[in-house]
């Protein structure tokens, strides 16, 4: 029984295995794996959407059954979960959030974490699996276990985050007037409420937008899956105000993603933020560790590592994989093309948070004294596209022969001047290709050829 995508538990609410019975099991199996000789504790948290309660409340009975008990968070980004349960140094607690990340609202699912702060190992999402096939139905109980509400775990992040700000920006002689305006784009999710405390009395005027979660309108039309938006409002409110927006950001809903955006309204993809931490680093910091990235990373910024003599580690894509990777390679930081940025001086674990990746962009630009749009200026990205296509069984579209045979061909079409990546979607019915070209017309061309000549089984 596969319940396990790249990044946890996700499907449309109200359809395997987000239904109710279901989602009891896979709280009974999720704290019988994690706690198989006594107890423990979970801490629940979730990104705001509609189906967030009613996924709680069936985990709850199930964890219950189990013995073990469980503490409310609320709406919390995930990040602030991992670092959270990290603080407890408790070997009898975990983490669930309830979230389905940059999907639309009716998507949701469960991202698991272990005492240490840290996403589940595969060896333990199998586990857990095994375990579910082998559970039988639950039935909702008569509560006798006291299952606990805790706000309070929230003001502890802002305070851990805001001693991290203000220690960086202690480094550094911050001229108080200088006073950046970054517009945040917080895609309707769960740093929708935390953003505004965290920045509040510093040195950056914040405008925050699509900060009014309703439970439906998370990352619609918003977030780090369109930045194009908060480009556009830049451009125009840039040339209708006399104060200026210096950078955009936009986060997803649950928090672990930041795709930047120049005051020019350029949009600064995961590949450029992670170069650009690299090779601060590497200046500034006296780094020579490696970093890691994916499959994904596109070739130009491959290129630019190696011309700066920085060692890149490819993974494949998913942010455990880059984690598995940074631990293997001993890297202090690595991330994704998504923007998903995991930095390791925050905590005692590495820690994929949107804010601190933030926070480390803006003191780079007050270190430096520039601006994002001339600290990327030199970065010489391959020109590249990619392309979700739905399809109703990835699995059957990756292994058909005539689909295979038509990637084939768009390898020999693309040799020696860039590279394809196909790939099924590790949480969504979707295939993912990436085309990259010098010429951005041929990758046009390049991708008109594949979808009007494939399967979509």
């Known amino acids: 029984m596969i319940l396990f995508g790249t990044d946890g538990i996700r499907g449309k609410f109200g359809k395997f295995p987000l239904i109710e019975n279901e989602i009891r099991k896979i709280g009974y199996s999720i704290a019988s794996i994690l706690f198989p000789d006594k107890p423990g504790t979970i801490y629940i948290s979730n990104d705001g959407r509609a189906s967030a309660d009613d996924i709680e409340t069936a985990l709850i009975d199930g964890i219950n059954t189990h013995g073990s008990k469980t503490i409310s968070l609320g709406m919390l980004h995930t990040p602030a979960l991992s670092v959270i349960v990290n603080t407890l140094q408790d070997n009898?607690?975990?983490?669930?959030?309830?979230?389905?990340?940059?999907?639309?609202?009716?998507?949701?699912?469960?991202?698991?974490?272990?005492?240490?702060?840290?996403?589940?190992?595969?060896?333990?999402?199998?586990?857990?699996?095994?375990?579910?096939?082998?559970t039988s139905n639950i039935k909702k109980l008569k509560k006798t276990i006291q299952n606990l509400t805790?706000?309070?775990?929230?003001?502890?992040?802002?305070?851990?985050?805001?001693?991290?700000?203000?220690?960086?920006?202690?480094?550094?002689?911050?001229?108080?007037?200088?006073?950046?305006?970054?517009?945040?784009?917080?895609?309707?999710?769960?740093t929708s409420k935390i953003i505004n405390k965290i920045f509040d009395n510093s040195c950056y005027k914040i405008i925050t937008i699509f900060d009014k979660p309703n439970g439906k309108n998370i990352n619609y039309n918003c977030g780090s899956t369109n930045p194009q938006f908060i480009s556009n409002y830049i451009n125009h409110f840039n040339t209708t105000n006399n104060?200026?927006?210096?950078?955009?950001v936009a986060?997803?809903?649950?928090?672990?993603?930041?795709?930047?955006?120049?005051?020019?309204?350029?949009?600064?993809?995961?590949?450029?933020?992670?170069?650009?931490?690299?090779?601060y680093k590497k200046e500034h910091e006296n780094y020579h560790q490696s970093v890691v990235g994916t499959n994904m990373t596109n070739f130009g910024i491959q290129s630019e590592y190696k011309k700066s003599e920085i060692d890149f580690i490819k993974t494949d894509v998913g942010d455990k994989y880059v984690l598995e990777g940074m631990f293997k390679h001993n890297a202090q930081i690595g991330g994704e093309s998504s923007g998903h940025i995991i930095i390791s001086d925050f905590i005692d674990i590495p820690v994929g948070d949107s804010i601190l990746t933030l926070i480390n962009i803006l003191y780079i630009l007050y270190v430096l004294e520039i601006s994002l749009d001339n600290l990327v200026k030199n970065i010489k990205k391959t020109p590249s596209k990619l392309i979700n296509i739905p399809v109703k069984d990835k699995l059957k579209f990756m292994k058909n022969k005539h689909n295979?045979?038509?990637?084939?061909?768009?390898e020999s079409k693309i040799k020696g001047h860039g590279r394809i990546l196909l790939r099924s979607s590790g949480t969504e019915n979707l295939i993912r290709l990436l085309v990259e070209h010098p010429d951005e017309k041929q990758i046009d061309s390049l991708i008109d050829y594949f979808c009007d000549n494939i399967i979509k089984t």
């Open 150 to 190: 805790n706000r309070s775990e929230e003001k502890k992040y802002i305070k851990m985050v805001r001693d991290y700000f203000d220690k960086k920006i202690k480094k550094i002689n911050v001229n108080q007037n200088k006073n950046i305006c970054v517009l945040i784009d917080c895609a309707n999710g769960a």
């Open 251 to 279: 986060f997803d809903g649950d928090g672990d993603r930041a795709i930047f955006v120049t005051k020019t309204g350029k949009i600064i993809d995961g590949d450029e933020i992670l170069f650009v931490l690299s090779k």
């Open 243 to 248: 104060t200026k927006i210096d950078l955009g």
């Open 404 to 410: 295979k045979e038509i990637t084939n061909i768009l």
């Open 92 to 134: 009898l607690s975990a983490g669930i959030q309830i979230t389905a990340s940059h999907n639309p609202y009716h998507d949701n699912g469960i991202k698991i974490f272990n005492c240490d702060g840290l996403k589940i190992s595969s060896k333990l999402e199998k586990d857990i699996e095994e375990s579910f096939g082998k």
